[in-house]
């Protein structure tokens, strides 16, 4: 068939001159364009990546608070009287804030409120507990004979949060806001007796 007074074009080499385009627009469209290449890797690290690396400091920021906190406990039971044992937990935790440890898991000194050391004493024929303290000796005679002895080691450390100052996704712990935990353990005393000496 005549085109404008020009050669004849075949049916068949139009219709193979159209799958060729059909096919060469599939596969464009399957690689997709580099120019979004850009735009999509900021968005993977700033809602996948940034977070995640967060959550796994947040992570090592807790377990190595309840870490310390397992220290100075152990160290206050060994001490021989109360005012040794706040001592004892407080270097532990002083020692640990200066080691290499402390800078990779993003504890600092100012996060962390300040070590409390309470005494539970666990009355044996009721069953009840009397906590005393925090930061004070036991205020009453020592009957180690029917009541056992414990010492409770606690501190709270607030964790920055991930995007400080931003008012409009609200207040969202460690997001927007300094997320707070509190850690402590608790072990029994070792030398009753001085409870009571500061």
């Given amino acids: 068939m005549p085109v404008h007074g020009g050669s004849p ?3 068949p080499l139009i ?3 159209f799958k060729l385009n059909a096919s060469a ?3 464009r469209n399957s690689q997709g364009s580099l120019a979004e290449f850009g735009p999509a ?3 993977y690290f700033a809602f996948l990546v940034v977070p995640f690396l967060v959550l796994i400091r947040f992570g090592l920021a807790t377990t190595a608070m309840y870490f310390v906190m397992a220290r100075a406990a152990d160290a206050a039971a060994k001490a021989p009287s109360y005012g040794l044992a706040l001592d004892g937990a407080t270097a532990s935790l002083d020692e640990f804030m200066d080691s290499p440890i ?3 898991t993003g504890l600092k000194t100012l996060q962390i409120n300040p070590l409390y ?3 539970d004493e666990q009355v044996t024929a009721t069953g009840a507990t009397n906590v005393f303290g925090p930061n004070q000796p036991l205020q009453k005679p ?3 004979a ?4 414990e010492y409770e080691v606690e501190a709270s450390y607030s964790f920055p949060p991930l995007l400080p100052g931003v008012a409009w996704f609200g207040k969202i712990p460690m997001i927007t806001a300094p997320m707070t935990l509190t850690a402590r353990a608790v072990r029994a005393v070792d030398y009753p007796d001085g409870l009571t000496v500061f």
């Fill in 9 to 11: 074009i075949s049916t």
């Fill in 15 to 17: 219709r193979e001159g």
């Fill in 25 to 27: 627009r599939r596969k």
């Fill in 41 to 43: 890797l900021v968005l």
């Fill in 102 to 104: 402390a800078s990779v």
């Fill in 117 to 119: 050391l309470y005494v």
């Fill in 142 to 144: 020592v009957c180690s």
């Fill in 146 to 149: 029917i009541n056992t002895y």
